[in-house]
């Protein structure tokens, strides 16, 4: 199985600050990796897929890099709409495992 | 608007049974794969399994955790999907997701319905 890993799995920041969280793979998912967040008591919504594909909707501030095995997931300016917690998932193969999650705090 | 909305949870016993639905709205149900992800409390997100369109054949896939208990099936004459869960387990207590991925072009968890839970508990 193709593992995951997420960090930090919290940060914490400023309005206007900017953001970067990183997920790397266990093996090669080329750019088979998406990204979602989560706030509390909801369910997740899409942010990226195709590792750099902005979903439809999501505001110009969130950005996706990456392939291989390592990823980032960049906020450009953190708005307070933006804390939340946010998950990092491949469909390489199967099983479609997601990270751990990086919990996203006002400093 | 595209919409998921399951029902179904509720409380269970160790060793029983529950059948979860999720009706779909808003879009072209038959043309997608449908995936089930769940989340214990306070915990991450765990894909649970997902079933393939009709033009694939309507072919499954599970986690390890949920394979033999748990099977995905749907109606796409009434665009709804399902989850059979038996043999439930103290730790398949959760929140579980209906969610709408790949139409055949990319593949992603694209929507997700408002969840509904599951507890398992003597």
């Known amino acids: 199985d193709i593992q995951l890993t997420q960090s930090p799995s919290f940060l914490s920041a400023s309005i206007g600050d900017r953001v970067t969280i990183t997920c790397r793979a266990s093996q090669d998912i080329s750019s088979y990796l998406s990204w979602y967040q989560q706030k509390p008591g909801k369910a997740p919504e899409l942010l990226i897929y195709a590792a750099s594909t902005l979903q439809s909707g999501v505001p110009a501030r969130f950005s996706g890099s990456g392939s291989g095995t390592e990823f980032t997931l960049t906020i450009s300016s953190l708005q307070p709409e933006d804390f939340a917690t946010y998950y990092c998932q491949h469909l390489k193969s199967y099983p479609l495992t997601f990270g751990g999650g990086t919990k996203v705090e006002i400093k | ?122």
């Open chain 2, 1 to 122: 608007e595209v919409q998921l909305v399951e029902s179904g949870g509720g409380l269970v016993q160790p060793g029983g049974s529950l059948r979860l639905s999720c009706a779909a709205s808003g879009f072209t149900f038959s043309d997608h794969y449908m995936d089930w992800v769940r989340q214990a409390p306070g915990k991450g997100l765990e894909w649970v399994g997902r079933i393939r369109n009709k033009a694939n054949s309507h072919t499954t896939e599970y986690a390890a955790s949920v394979k033999g208990r748990f099977t995905i099936s749907r109606d796409d004459s009434k665009k709804s999907l399902y989850l059979q869960v038996n043999s439930l387990k103290i730790e398949d207590t959760a929140v579980y997701y209906c969610v709408r991925s790949s139409d055949g072009k990319f593949d992603t968890f694209y929507v997700w319905g408002q969840g509904t839970m599951v507890t398992v508990s003597s």
